[in-house]
Nanobody, 126 residues
Framework: QVQLLESGGGLVQAGGSLRLSCAAS????????WGWFRQAPGKEREFVAA????????YYADSVKGRFSISRVNAKNTVYLQMNSLKPEDTAIYYC???????????????????WGQGTLVTVSS
């Protein structure tokens, strides 16, 4: 089994930055893709970004392209989400996820993903 633990959430003003971390443990050798998702109050969980195991391939939701950046450090078994130019509409609980399938299309498999972290709250004030 794979366990994921997010950290780095908090309160930030619009235009500010935050970096989220997701530390993985357990049977991570089976994982090919890592992703970040978010869920705002009253809304469904949505895809934010994904990265391949190698780190060479990254994918982003249109709403965060050019502002967010996903990366990973294999030696630390950690995935990061650097969030810049934050907007109030970015306010949500952010979840890390892992999957055996490719990072490409991870967003389309949101409902099928089985490995999730507990989430970290990001609040952006206007």
């Amino acid at each position: 089994q794979v366990q994921l633990l997010e950290s780095g959430g908090g309160l930030v003003q619009a235009g500010g930055s935050l970096r989220l971390s997701c530390a993985a443990s357990g049977s991570i050798f089976s994982i090919n893709a890592w992703g970040w998702f978010r869920q705002a109050p009253g809304k469904e969980r949505e895809f934010v970004a994904a990265i391949s195991w190698s780190g060479f391939n990254t994918y982003y939701a249109d709403s965060v392209k050019g502002r967010f950046s996903i990366s990973r450090v294999n030696a630390k078994n950690t995935v990061y989400l650097q969030m810049n130019s934050l907007k109030p509409e970015d306010t949500a609980i952010y979840y890390c996820a892992a999957d055996r399938l490719s990072a490409q299309g991870m967003g389309a498999r949101t409902r099928d993903l089985e490995v999730w972290g507990q989430g970290t709250l990001v609040t952006v004030s206007s």
